[in-house]
């Protein structure tokens, strides 16, 4: 393969990766948000998480760019599992962002609409 073709196969491998990132965010940030009651939690931001978890990591690390590590409360099933049955999770990573005693919990890794909501 000649130069020039080498160059066109990666730039189109490149835009084809970033079409698959830009669909997969998108994904994401269209998983319905749910209003909870949360029972027990004062205003903050919490990330549900547990110990088999592949994703839980990168949530954890996306929410210390994202407020700083002290800004938000991990809760792992092992240890709150009331706590996941009383605001709704089933399933991790979520976010609960806890403001004046209302509840919104955003399934699957922090996106952009828990950004907009912990910085409005």
């Keep these: 393969m000649d130069d020039l073709g080498l160059r066109i196969a990666l730039l189109g491998g490149a835009l084809f990766v970033a079409g698959l990132a830009a669909v997969a965010m998108r994904r994401r940030d269209a998983l319905p948000v749910r209003l909870v009651n949360p029972v027990s939690l004062d205003d903050g931001v919490y990330l549900f998480s547990s110990g088999t978890c592949s994703t839980c990591a990168r949530a954890r690390e996306d929410l210390d760019r994202m407020l700083g590590p002290s800004r938000f409360t991990e809760l792992t099933w092992g240890s709150d599992a009331t706590v996941f049955h ?35």
Excluded: I, Q
């Design 86 to 120: 009383s605001a709704g999770v089933d399933a991790v990573p979520a976010v609960l962002v806890v403001v004046d005693g209302k509840g919104r919990l955003y399934p699957g890794p922090p996106g952009r609409r828990v950004r907009r909501a912990v910085n409005p």
